[in-house]
């Protein structure tokens, strides 16, 4: 973005001060990362206030900055906007640059492989044109309005991750993005303690229809039955679903995982073989959606294939990391709830990768009433036979671990609840040059601490 301070007080009808040859290039939120030329955006809370910081914010080369019209002492002598309040002013200052832009913008929610799918959307369309994407967590109602106001102006896609945890916020910001492309990667169980059941899960991700543009295409995901029903009931949704069980529009078959990554077939609108350096066949149906989208923009088969091959996903995404005493870890630990754990672990079961396979497994968090359940499940698709060694972390964990008790041996079984080291030491102990390790737990369990004790 790059605007005078003039332009953005006329987008936001606000008083002003001093803003006449003011230029602003960025948004800022924090002094820590603001760069020089940014709008500085002081928020006010319980525990902090943000225009404490407004004049280290001058300092440190901010071109104007917001200022609250009941807080008390505006500096003087600096570049300043009189706003009610800085988060809906924020918001708005987004929607007017949103209007302006002419970049294609992309919609992408689900439960879970939003991060993912936004990578490979993202990592198939840079090869061709200008690209850019929601940055770490910033899918919300603060998040999305920045990730917009960072847009360069000559960005030709605006890849833009939507997350929620009620009714009405996906509404708001696919609102927001006017999306021409939306995605639904799928519905799972997370947040299901605000929402009730996956059926609201399944209405909320589908309230990103609400912003999609005149003509603009869902991507969704065609194995999961409560979407369909959604879809049928809007006639004038241009809609295309993705699956991997044969009756959705598009369909990856011949699914077959190497060290390297993932080879696959996609039937059904295109017929053609691909490769990603990624493993999962979860992964695999991800891709499905940048496939779609980038043949939707005009790109090639053999364009898409060429992408693809060097796409990479965000860390923490089944990402293959090679440990101390020659082990191989998958790093899949950024988040989890049941759809994804169960995923992650089939894919252990399935790879030929390495055949001493163990699993850390960390607590699945957000999961409402039903969570004593959804960990309980997990014992129902854990192989004895090709897993050889469960080691469970979190105080949840222990529903997982009394259910598997009885079916594995002493030797072959570990929980803990609250101590990543007795897990470190029993692979320190037992694991070696033949082991993969599958790490899959909620952010707040932070199994990637596991990964950190055997890193090179």
Known sequence: MRKTLKQIAKWLNCEQQLVEDVVVTGISINTRTLQAGDLFIPFRGEKTNGHRYVTQAFENGAAASFWLKDEPNPPAGLPLLFVDDAEEALQQMASAYRQEHSATFIGITGSNGKTSTKDLVAGVLSPYYKVQKTEGNFNNELGLPLTILSLDEDTDFA??????????????????????????TNIGEAHMQDLGSRAGI???????????????????????????????????????????????????????????????????????????????????KNTLVAILI????????????????????????????????????????????????KAALQFLQTTEI?????????????????????????????????????????????????????????????????????????????????????LKGSRGMELENVLNAFKK
């Not at 039955?225 to 009756?247: H, N, R």
């Not at 995404?317 to 988040?335: C, E, P, S």
């Not at 009433?369 to 036979?385: F, P, S, T």
Request: hydrophobic share 40%.
């Open 159 to 184: 890849i833009l991750e939507m997350g929620m945890s009620g009714f009405g916020e996906i509404e708001f910001l696919t609102k927001l993005a006017k999306p021409h492309f939306t995605a639904i």
């Open 202 to 284: 399944a209405k909320a991700k589908f309230e990103i229809i609400q912003g999609l543009q005149t003509g603009g295409k869902l991507f969704y995901d065609g194995d999961e039955p409560l979407l369909t029903p959604l879809v049928t009931e809007q006639k004038d949704l241009q809609a295309v679903s993705f699956g991997l069980l044969g009756s959705a529009d598009i369909t990856a078959t011949n699914i077959a995982t190497t060290e390297n990554g993932s080879s696959f077939t996609v039937k059904g609108l295109l017929n053609e073989d691909f490769f990603i350096s990624v493993l999962g066949s979860h992964q695999v």
């Open 294 to 341: 980038a043949r939707e923009v005009g790109l090639s088969a053999e364009q898409i294939r060429e992408a693809l091959k060097e796409v990479s996903l965000t860390n923490m995404r089944m990402q293959l990391v090679n440990g101390a005493q020659d082990i191989l870890f998958i790093n899949d630990a950024y988040n989890a709830a049941p759809t994804s754990m």
């Open 354 to 438: 390495r055949s001493d396979k163990w699993i850390v497994l960390g607590d699945m968090l957000e999961l409402g009433d039903l969570e004593r359940q959804y960990h309980e499940e997990i014992a129902e698709v854990i192989d004895g036979k090709s897993i050889h060694q469960v080691c469970l972390f979190g105080p949840r964990m222990k529903w997982l671990n009394d259910k598997l008790k009885d079916n594995l041996p002493a030797d072959r079984l570990l929980w803990t609840a609250e101590d990543y080291e007795t897990i470190i030491k029993h692979l320190r102990t037992n694991a070696g040059p033949n082991s993969i390790v599958l």
